[in-house]
């Protein structure tokens, strides 16, 4: 059974750091490209970032380019995404996902604000 289990998320400054963990299961983990989402309440759900299965091609949203950090280590099957010079329009729910698997976790807040 698929498992995604997102962590490390909190209440942050702006201007402060995280760094959200992933732990997956159930699946050939590095076998399958990863992404980061988030959604913010009444947004839709965006796509922040992206990673191949060996970690060689990263993409990232334009709005944290620069910013946060999308890496993955397959002998853990742990996906981590740092995330630095937050921003109040961080704030939202952030979900890990395979891609080619229709499958969620309960993702993790993170909240930045004054």
């Known amino acids: 059974q698929v498992q995604l289990v997102e962590s490390g998320g909190g209440l942050m400054q702006p201007g402060g750091s995280l760094k959200l963990s992933c732990a997956a299961s159930?699946?050939?983990?590095?076998?399958?490209?990863m992404r980061w989402y988030r959604q913010a309440p009444g947004k839709e759900r965006e796509l922040v970032a992206s990673i191949t299965n060996f970690g060689g091609t990263t993409t990232y949203a334009d709005s944290v380019k620069g910013r946060f950090t999308i890496s993955r280590d397959n002998a853990k099957n742990t996906l981590y995404l740092q995330m630095n010079s937050l921003k109040p329009e961080d704030t939202a729910v952030y979900y890990c996902?395979?891609?080619?698997?229709?499958?969620w976790g309960q993702g993790t807040q993170v909240t930045v604000s004054s």
């Open positions: 996902k395979t891609l080619g698997i229709e499958y």
């Open positions: 159930g699946f050939t983990f590095s076998r399958y490209v």
